[in-house]
């Protein structure tokens, strides 16, 4: 087993990297983010390319509904 307490964490280091902004969320956000596995870990940052890819068409539909895509 890891040992999470010494150094960043390898889930929230991989969704930085990703290009996530977790600076915003609570600590019971990243204790979520904590536990996802690594299956869990990949499809978020496949998912948040493909958004990006996306990205105008995506972004409208955001603005126009004055939602927020994680």
């Given at each position: 087993?890891t040992?999470?307490?010494?150094?960043?964490d390898?889930?929230?280091?991989?969704?930085?990297?990703?290009?996530f902004?977790?600076?915003?969320?609570?600590?019971?956000?990243?204790?979520?983010?904590r536990?996802?596995?690594?299956q869990?870990?990949?499809?978020?940052?496949?998912?948040?390319?493909?958004?990006?890819?996306a990205?105008?068409?995506?972004?409208?539909?955001?603005?126009?509904?004055?939602?927020?895509?994680?």
């Amino acid at each position: 087993m890891t040992d999470r307490t010494i150094g960043p964490d390898p889930a929230l280091a991989a969704l930085t990297a990703a290009g996530f902004d977790l600076s915003g969320l609570t600590e019971e956000q990243h204790a979520v983010l904590r536990s996802l596995t690594d299956q869990e870990l990949s499809l978020l940052a496949d998912l948040k390319a493909r958004l990006e890819e996306a990205g105008p068409e995506v972004q409208g539909h955001a603005e126009v509904a004055g939602g927020a895509l994680f």
